[in-house]
């Protein structure tokens, strides 16, 4: 898997990647594996950055958008399938303003606009068909979109009034429309506008209200709902009753989620420790609620995939945990972790972002 970590835009951003690089997806111009991180050429203008399935995607502070890995479907958007191992810019325009990506790419433009390419075997593009772009394809003609999050197969958005939409793959009710239909064009969930931040994962959904309460919907075969149980919902259901949920991030069979209070917490599977708890494999290993990460009050950010995890403190500190392979952890091994561990001794990583295969691509401040 691979990881994205952002820093604000006020400061200079260097890009930084390691773990797997079967498909050059760590940028640096060559298929060899890293186990500790390495910098992506010597530009310090990279200011938005995200991972999906072996491709990133990357915003520079001047709105152009740039892309490399893995490109099969065409996720890269450079009117092509062919894999780059170097950051190659998407087409010319100057005002990207998100981006999210994994087996398809979705966009939000400064306009407020919503583009799609790659993958559309379920409608996933929300462009009313399952035909797939290599290039970027605005979805209608709306231009209220807020935050978008692309999920294995299918999307959620929130608009600015708060309302949320899904469209794409829906066999375990991952789109929370109260049915197991796929949508190739945006349906709205429920008639609520207070939805405020939204997480797809593999074939789950999750998302915060702005009352700080944090619903989950989807698959739910290792109780990465965090509901207690391990029954499939097809329609939004509350975690717990508590209201103080500041993030949560997904992208497999497990969730990770930071509260108010700086406490940190996960839930679903662990077969390689990838919940921090301290424990892996067994079955029992897995949980179906959320469970306290430690006792450390400092967590600001935390990012998921199917195998591992990483997070940064407030102290700007860079930790990691779970699977191993290919050096995934950025800590010059191969050695799997069920409890966090420190990567080297820096204290300028500023956020997050990450896929669901082996290999991390991180923004520093500097």
Not at 27 to 53: E, F, K, M
Not at 352 to 362: P, R, T, Y
Request: hydrophobic share 35%; with cysteine; charged share 15%.
């Amino acid at each position: 898997m691979y990881y994205l970590i952002n820093s604000r835009k006020s400061f200079n951003n260097i890009l930084w990647s390691w773990g797997q690089n079967t498909y050059g997806q760590l940028g640096l111009g060559d298929i060899v594996h890293r186990s500790s991180p390495v910098q992506v050429g010597s530009l310090a203008n990279w200011s938005n950055v995200v991972s999906g399935y072996n491709n990133s995607l990357v915003i520079k502070t001047n709105g152009s958008l740039w892309s490399w890995g893995y490109n099969t479907e065409g996720q890269l958007g450079l009117e092509d399938v062919n894999h780059r191992s170097s950051p190659v810019q998407v087409g010319s325009d100057t005002d990207w303003k998100q981006i999210s990506c994994g087996l398809h790419s979705m966009a939000i433009k400064t306009d407020g606009t919503l583009w799609s390419w790659g993958q559309n075997t379920y409608g996933q593009l929300g462009l009313g068909d399952r035909v797939h772009r290599s290039s970027p394809v605005q979805v209608g003609a709306l231009t209220d979109w807020d935050k978008v999050s692309s999920g294995y197969y299918h999307t959620l958005m929130v608009k600015t009034d708060g309302t949320l939409w899904s469209f794409g793959r829906n066999n375990s009710g991952q789109l929370g429309l109260g049915n197991i239909v796929n949508y190739s064009s945006p349906v709205q969930v429920g008639a609520l506008t207070n939805w405020k931040s939204v997480c797809g994962s593999y074939y789950s959904s999750y998302i915060i209200k702005t009352d700080g309460t944090l619903w989950t919907w989807g698959y739910n075969g290792y109780g990465q709902l965090g509901l207690g149980d391990r029954v499939h919902r097809s329609s939004p259901v509350q975690v717990g009753a508590l209201d103080d949920w500041n993030m949560v991030s997904s992208y497999g069979y497990c969730a990770l989620a930071i509260k108010t209070d700086g406490t940190l917490w996960s839930w679903g599977i662990n077969t390689y420790g990838q919940l921090g708890l301290g424990t892996a494999s067994p079955t029992s290993a897995n949980k179906s609620s959320p469970v306290q990460v430690g006792s450390l009050t400092d967590w600001k950010q935390v990012r998921c995939s199917n195998y591992h995890t990483l997070a940064i403190k407030t102290n700007g500190t860079l930790w990691a945990w779970g699977n191993n392979d290919q050096g995934r952890l950025g800590l010059e091994d191969i050695a799997h972790r069920s409890s966090p561990v420190q990567v080297g001794a820096l204290t300028n990583w500023n956020n997050i972002k990450l896929s669901i295969l082996n290999e991390s691509v991180v923004l520093k401040r500097i």
